[in-house]
């Protein structure tokens, strides 16, 4: 795949194999690993009180997925000489303006908008998300996926 675009897919493994537990340049403290090892303590906590383990798992790989894919999409507009967007742009906004289905990009972005309800459910709806209201684990990474296929090829194309 070679657009770039690194997201958790439903196995937990990261698409792209890109750095887990590496640290964010060298202005860290913290040893490498320390921050996983402390998100998954907390997450263990979540699960010992009585957690659904299995959603808060795929709203952290919905969360990893979007941020990674705004950051391409984001990414992909500076290259192209886009114009920065207007500060205090909705996500909906943002996105419309990445992948505007004018030009030809309403698969993308209807995919997107799509993963950012998810994203919003996610951080807004987080121990209300009902197994029937969420989507599974396969219709997620489908979205992703297709994300993925359409970033790869309209890389492609402009090469």
Same mark, same amino acid.
């Given at each position: 795949?070679?657009?770039?675009?690194?997201?958790?897919?439903?196995?937990? =493994?990261? &698409?792209?194999?890109?750095? %887990?537990s590496?640290s964010?340049?060298?202005?860290?403290?913290s #040893? /490498?690993?320390?921050?996983?090892? &402390?998100?998954?303590?907390? $997450?263990?906590?979540?699960?010992?009180?009585?957690? @659904?383990?299995?959603? =808060?798992? +795929? !709203? @952290?790989r919905?969360?990893? %997925?979007?941020?990674s894919?705004?950051?391409h +999409?984001?990414r992909? $507009?500076? !290259?192209?000489?886009?114009?920065?967007? /207007?500060?205090?742009?909705?996500e909906?906004e943002?996105?419309? %303006?990445? #992948? /505007?289905?004018?030009a030809?990009?309403?698969?993308?972005? @209807?995919? %997107?908008?799509?993963?950012?309800?998810?994203?919003? #459910?996610?951080? $807004?709806?987080?121990? !209300?998300?009902?197994v029937?209201?969420? /989507?599974?684990?396969?219709?997620?990474a489908r979205?992703?996926?297709?994300?993925?296929? +359409?970033? @790869?090829?309209e890389?492609? !194309?402009? #090469?």
């Amino acid at each position: 795949s070679g657009s770039g675009f690194s997201a958790a897919t439903s196995s937990g =493994a990261s &698409a792209s194999g890109a750095g %887990a537990s590496s640290s964010s340049g060298g202005s860290s403290t913290s #040893a /490498p690993g320390s921050l996983t090892r &402390a998100v998954g303590g907390l $997450h263990k906590e979540y699960v010992a009180g009585g957690g @659904d383990a299995s959603l =808060a798992r +795929l !709203q @952290d790989r919905i969360s990893n %997925a979007y941020l990674s894919m705004m950051g391409h +999409l984001e990414r992909r $507009h500076e !290259q192209c000489g886009g114009a920065p967007l /207007p500060k205090g742009s909705s996500e909906e906004e943002k996105i419309n %303006a990445l #992948a /505007p289905r004018s030009a030809g990009q309403s698969q993308l972005c @209807d995919s %997107a908008h799509t993963l950012r309800r998810w994203y919003n #459910a996610c951080r $807004h709806e987080r121990g !209300q998300w009902s197994v029937g209201a969420r /989507p599974s684990d396969k219709e997620v990474a489908r979205v992703i996926e297709r994300i993925r296929g +359409l970033l @790869d090829s309209e890389r492609a !194309q402009r #090469a």
